[in-house]
Structures are given as structure tokens and as C-alpha cells.
Antibody, heavy 121, light 106 residues
């Protein structure tokens, strides 16, 4: 059974750093892209970027380039999303999702349960 | 950037109704479109991919059609479990979601 299990909710202060995780199981983690999607409170879904864990090829949506870093550690079948300096506007639910293809942007067939990030002073 | 516009933003309907949600792309995306259902507090769920292919396990009352710039998601006979928010997603160039359509009980 394919599963994406995300790390737990976080409460941080503005300016702090953060790294959240998404562990894949039940499939070949290195063979499929994983993406990150933001959902701000009461709002819609926004793609942030995708990574191919096999070689760490990473593609960002332009509006998120430089704002976050997406990475993966294939030895532990885990993808990461990190911030170096959080802002209140980063408060959102963040989902990871698996893309059922080996090359670039696509639809998603499995999703993690979401990680709620709250940034408040 | 390819923009995706869904209509309506909110739709009120009753159990048993046939409903249609429209998604328009700002430029041609061929058939590179998917539809998702999201319930409050839950992750989105894939319903339709490549405009008209039904994801395994999704009830046959859901169907998708269209190509180019205009697409539709149709639910042939609404069930109580179908009241949720629906999103379209293009994956022709990068990927973007529509703003969502909230399907409410009338």
C-alpha cells in the first residue's frame, strides 16, 4: 500500500527556520516525483515545487523559488520542505503528493495527510 | 503562466441532482487536466486525470470531458458524500490549480 506520512504540526515564531518531512512507502521512492502543495487557511491549493528523489532534480514554481528549499534523502525515502526564515504569511497546511510519472509535472495519485505550520509571534 | 478559472465558485444542489463544474484554461493545455475532491480537514483526492480518465475506485457517477481550454466535471446523480470542494489542475506547463468550486447542499 502506497503511503506518504508527513511530520507533525509546527508552531514557530517569525524569523525561525523549519524543515518538515514526507516519508514514502509501498512504492519505489526513487522512481517518482514528489511535490509540495500549500493551502493557506480557507484558501485553495497552490503548487510549490517538485523533486525527483532518484537524482534530486528539483523544479520550483517561480513564485516559490528562493522562498523555500525542497530536498530528499533517498536512503530514508523522505522528502523535505524547509524555510530559513519564516513569515506569518507562511501559516498554512502543507501537503506532499506523489506524481505517478518519472518525468516532470503531472497529476498526483497519492497525498500525505498534511502538516499544519503556524507562524505567530 | 497558465491560469485556471473554475465556475461557479459555489454551487448549491440536492441529492440526486446532475451537476456540472467548468474549468477554463488561459491557453490550450490539450488534455493535461485533472480533477480532485477535497473535504474539510482532508487531503485532496484524485477523481479524473488526463481530462476524462476515471481514477481507479472512483464511482462512475463522476465523469470528465473537454480538451484545449474548456473542461467539465459532471456528477450524474449527487450523493450525500459528494458535498465537498472540487479543484481542477493543469499540468501542461508547470502546474496550477483552479480556485475551487464548493458544492453545497441546497
Amino acid at each position: 500500500e502506497v503511503q506518504l506520512v508527513q511530520s507533525g504540526a509546527e508552531v514557530k515564531k517569525p524569523g525561525e527556520s523549519l524543515k518538515i518531512s514526507c516519508k514514502g512507502s509501498g512504492y519505489s521512492f526513487t522512481s517518482y516525483w514528489i511535490g509540495w502543495v500549500r493551502q493557506m487557511p480557507g484558501k485553495g491549493l497552490e503548487w510549490m515545487g517538485i523533486i525527483y528523489p532518484g537524482d534530486s532534480d528539483t523544479r520550483y514554481i517561480p513564485s516559490f523559488q528562493g522562498q523555500v528549499t525542497i530536498s530528499a534523502d533517498k536512503s530514508i525515502s523522505t522528502a523535505f520542505l524547509q524555510w530559513s526564515s519564516l513569515k506569518a504569511s507562511d501559516t498554512a497546511m502543507y501537503y506532499c503528493a506523489k506524481l505517478p510519472r518519472t518525468s516532470g509535472w503531472y497529476f498526483t495519485d497519492y497525498w500525505g495527510q498534511g502538516t499544519l505550520v503556524t507562524v505567530s509571534s | 503562466d497558465i491560469q485556471m478559472t473554475q465556475s461557479p465558485s459555489t454551487l448549491s444542489a440536492s441529492v440526486g441532482d446532475r451537476v456540472t463544474i467548468t474549468c477554463r484554461a488561459s491557453q490550450s493545455i490539450n488534455s493535461w487536466l485533472a480533477w480532485y475532491q477535497q473535504k474539510p480537514g482532508k487531503a485532496p483526492k484524485l477523481l479524473i486525470y488526463k481530462a476524462s480518465s476515471l481514477e481507479s475506485g472512483v464511482p462512475s457517477r463522476f465523469s470528465g470531458s473537454g480538451s484545449g481550454t474548456e473542461f467539465t466535471l459532471t456528477i450524474s446523480s449527487l450523493q450525500p458524500d459528494d458535498f465537498a470542494t472540487y479543484y481542477c489542475q493543469q499540468f501542461k506547463s508547470y502546474s496550477t490549480f483552479g480556485q475551487g468550486t464548493k458544492l453545497e447542499i441546497k
